[in-house]
């Protein structure tokens, strides 16, 4: 699961794969630092030493998280032909990340939806994760031809529309999240559509306003 290097190394991931296979068996509250040591096979204070609480483990198991959807999401892109092809494989192999750990994250949402929160998703501590995230959609338009505006704000834009993707994914009980992936290519469909008029100049005052309005809102760059 995690890449290995030095024996150090080892002892961390090794502690880390542990502490997350017990997240998602026995639930995260439910499980204390004691209980990965013991599971682990490691003193206490050594897993301490790696990972100084619950938190600090969560917070490099979201850093693996965006580091799969990136690689995988390029894997994707090599075969892709179109935007349509390219936004699927942006999103889906998002889910496909985080098919097995719908609990895990379930438990971690009270947590990703308080911005005060070191695993807040839109707090400062997470910006790196949200950056690379974003520059999957970037890397999935990259080839568009759309108007400057519209490219310095789609990736955020996108990267937004995936997060309540997420959000329905966790709570979505039909079987392997069927109604999600539908909504996911439902949603892809009307990129699709406004992409074919989102250059009309009768669009161009309405575009500018309401990219306006985000960015005095501070939700896009």
């Known amino acids: 699961m995690f890449k290995q290097g030095s024996k150090s190394d080892g002892t961390r991931n090794h502690i880390l794969a542990t502490a997350l296979r017990l997240f998602r068996e026995t639930g995260f509250d439910e499980t204390t630092m004691r209980d990965v040591a013991a599971k682990a096979g490691v003193a206490l204070g050594a897993a301490y030493y790696y990972f100084p609480s619950k938190e600090s483990i969560v917070a490099e198991y979201y850093k693996y998280v965006q ?56 707090g400062p501590e997470t910006r790196e994760h949200r950056e690379l995230s974003a520059q999957i959609f970037a890397e999935a338009i990259a080839e568009q031809k759309l108007p400057p505006d519209v490219k310095d704000v789609a990736p955020t834009l996108l990267w937004a529309l995936h997060m309540g993707i997420l959000l329905y994914f966790l709570y979505d009980k039909s079987s392997e999240q069927k109604r999600t992936r539908k909504l996911a290519d439902g949603a892809i469909e009307l990129i699709l559509q406004a992409r074919r008029f989102i250059s009309f100049p009768v669009i161009r005052p309405i575009r500018k306003r309401a990219i306006g309005l985000l960015r005095e809102a501070g939700l896009v760059p």
Do not use: C, N
């Not at 985080?98 to 379930?106: F, H």
């Open 67 to 122: 580091d799969q959807h990136l690689l995988r999401a390029r894997e994707q892109f090599l075969l892709a032909k179109d935007l349509r092809s390219r936004l699927s494989a942006a999103i889906h192999t998002k889910l496909d990340v985080l098919q097995g750990d719908r609990r895990l994250m379930s438990a971690l949402f009270r947590y990703g939806g308080d911005p005060e929160h070191r695993l807040s998703w839109f």
